[in-house]
């Protein structure tokens, strides 16, 4: 699944989503397995939210691949196909792929000097990276 939007100005799920598809998602990925009314009552409870409203925005997250829906006796159940920490692994290695095929070595550059604040933990990982980069280069 690829997310066709990506908005730079928000924050959080809030990029890859609407406001609405982000709460839902949040819902769903702490507890999955859920029916649209089970999510609407817990979205009803920060503000009123109409279920038609609510089911339209589930089923388009199912159309994304974002979500599955399974059918168990008259209720549709649904549930994230990744986990949060899939889907932002994912989303964050498609973005990174499509800024280098873009940009190329400005991405690099610039995300090298974004390394100023991280923890010597990342900045090894990094090392043992282009190391191993370096030794495939090496070998052919």
Not at 28 to 38: F, G, R, V, Y
Not at 58 to 84: A, C, D, H, T, W
């Amino acid at each position: 699944m690829k997310i066709r939007k990506f908005n730079i100005q928000e924050s959080g799920l809030n990029r890859f989503f609407g406001p609405l598809e982000s709460k839902i998602m949040d819902i769903l990925w702490c507890q999955e397995d859920m029916t649209i009314k089970e999510v609407q009552a817990i979205l009803e409870k920060e503000k009123p939210t109409n279920f038609n409203t609510v089911m339209t925005v589930m089923n388009r997250l199912v159309e994304k691949e974002i979500l599955q829906k399974k059918l168990i006796g008259r209720s549709s159940y649904f549930k994230p196909i990744q986990s949060r920490e899939e889907f932002i692994t994912t989303q964050s290695k498609e973005m990174t792929h499509e800024l280098m095929d873009e940009f190329g070595s400005v991405v690099v550059s610039h995300m090298l000097d974004a390394l100023e604040d991280v923890d010597d933990e990342l900045v090894k990982k990094l090392e043992l990276k282009i190391k191993q980069l370096k030794k495939g280069k090496n070998d052919e």
